[in-house]
């Protein structure tokens, strides 16, 4: 989902002069690896894909709490979280608005039959429903988003700018200072 804001980001970091010269250091990695295994295990056994996805946010909300430090860390933590409670309170899937979904470029038949392992339907049953996947973004990739993946998108354009050595703080803007330190 994210390769292109990933791609993006590299690219306007690269374009504002950053290079990469170190990768941050997170604590408690166990947690990330933990996330993407039990996702995984969603994928390949999609009977228990409600409980292996609301295990996976678990442990990346924890992964993301333990190196809240930084600033885009904190962006993703608030995305993720958002996602997190509509999954919880939607039996482990994120429920998606078929109108929209409709205008993607792929079977949506997965979501209608109740097969998909990570989404449902939108309905009126559901809980939390302006948090589902109910925004379309045409370009650059069709899908449909929810407010919470605007925030992990920001976070993942914020982080990329720090690995480039280029990083841009929302704290010091909203303080008058420029957005990122001098080099």
């Given at each position: 989902?994210?390769?292109?804001?990933?791609?993006?980001?590299?690219?306007?970091?690269?374009?504002r002069?950053?290079?990469?010269?170190?990768?941050?250091?997170f604590?408690?990695l166990?947690?990330?690896?933990?996330?993407?295994?039990?996702?995984?295990c969603?994928?390949?056994?999609?009977?228990?894909?409600g409980?292996?996805?609301?295990?996976a946010?678990v442990?990346?909300?924890?992964?993301?709490?333990y190196?809240?430090?930084h600033?885009?860390?904190?962006?993703?933590l608030?995305?993720?979280?958002?996602?997190?409670?509509?999954?919880?309170?939607?039996?482990?899937?994120?429920?998606?608005?078929?109108?929209?979904?409709?205008?993607?470029?792929?079977?949506?038949?997965?979501i209608v039959?109740?097969?998909d392992f990570?989404?449902?339907?939108?309905?009126?049953?559901?809980?939390?429903?302006?948090?589902?996947?109910?925004?379309y973004m045409?370009?650059?990739?069709?899908?449909?988003?929810?407010?919470?993946?605007?925030?992990?998108?920001?976070?993942?354009f914020?982080?990329?700018?720090?690995?480039?050595n280029?990083?841009?703080?929302?704290?010091?803007?909203?303080?008058?200072?420029?957005?990122?330190?001098?080099?």
């Open positions: 989902m994210l390769l292109d804001v990933i791609l993006f980001s590299f690219i306007v970091a690269f374009l002069g950053g290079r990469i010269r170190n990768i941050p250091t604590h408690k166990p947690f990330l690896a933990a996330s993407l295994l039990l996702q995984l969603s994928a390949l056994m999609p009977e228990w894909g409980g292996f996805v609301s295990l946010y442990c990346i909300l924890l992964f993301f709490f190196n809240r430090v600033e885009d860390i904190r962006i993703f608030i995305g993720w979280l958002l996602n997190s409670l509509v999954i919880w309170t939607n039996l482990g899937r994120m429920p998606v608005d078929l109108k929209l979904a409709e205008k993607l470029p792929y079977s949506i038949e997965p039959n109740g097969t990570k989404h449902t339907v939108l309905s009126e049953a559901t809980h939390l429903p302006f948090l589902s996947d109910i925004i045409p370009f650059p990739i069709p899908r449909l988003i929810s407010v919470g993946d605007m925030f992990i998108m920001l976070g993942t914020f982080l990329v700018q720090r690995i480039m280029r990083p841009i703080s929302l704290v010091r803007l909203r303080a008058g200072k420029p957005y990122a330190a001098k080099h």
